[in-house]
């Protein structure tokens, strides 16, 4: 399949055999299809569950259903990567070489559920504050055990520095691995970012950007 755009904002095209995808993630895919019918899988990460529908052409007939809990060689083939996607030329950005970064931390484990933002829940949260019109690069640490899929709302920033990245407003950031997200600050108000897996946003995992 040919991933085209992600988060609503197309991509250079580029062909892979899967994905991850977190909460509020969106890709874009053109399938070509072969005569037959075929399984269309998702995994659930960590746990043995998976979703499953069935691709069946016109001219296949009474072919039997596959076995959708069969291995699946595709899941065995070429994964998407953040370093794969690179933003088509009618929406790219042209951030600053020079920009204001802020870090931010990803906190909290499953013993406390006490997920937040640099230690600190919504409600004791510290905002992320600008100005109209500048750049921030969001450089977002995750020091926890679990993925965390980061949304900003009212903004689709860049993933990385240079012109070619791709823009996205939910980024899956791992255990250990930091993210970079380039915001321009256009759109001025009091804007949600926070993780999309609800258990952890509802136990507090957000703050807020702030500017007018």
């Known amino acids: 399949m040919t991933v085209t755009h992600t988060d609503g904002f197309a991509i250079v095209p580029f062909e892979v055999d899967a994905f991850v995808i977190g909460m509020g993630e969106r890709y874009d895919v053109t399938i070509d299809i072969r005569s037959g019918v075929w399984p269309l899988v998702a995994l659930a990460e960590g746990k043995q569950a998976r979703a499953a529908a069935v691709i069946r052409t016109r001219d296949a ?96 920033p860049q993933l990385g520095r240079a012109p070619v990245e791709a823009r996205k407003d939910t980024v899956n950031v791992l255990p250990g691995q930091t993210v970079e997200m380039m915001v321009h600050a256009n759109n001025p108000g009091q804007w949600m970012l926070h993780c999309h897996n609800a258990y952890h946003l509802e136990a507090g995992m957000a703050t807020v950007m702030s500017y007018r």
């Open 61 to 156: 007939g009474a072919s039997p259903t596959p076995d959708l809990t069969a291995d699946i060689d595709e899941l065995d083939g070429v994964w998407l990567r953040y370093a794969d996607l690179r933003a088509a030329e009618d929406v790219a950005l042209t951030p600053p070489d020079v920009v204001d970064t802020r870090l931010i931390t990803l906190t909290g484990g499953m013993v406390g559920f006490d997920w937040g933002f640099d230690g600190r829940r919504f409600g004791d949260h510290e905002p992320i504050e600008g100005d109209e019109g500048e750049w921030v690069a969001l450089s977002i640490e995750d020091i926890t055990s679990m993925w965390h899929p980061v949304h900003l709302h009212g903004h689709t």
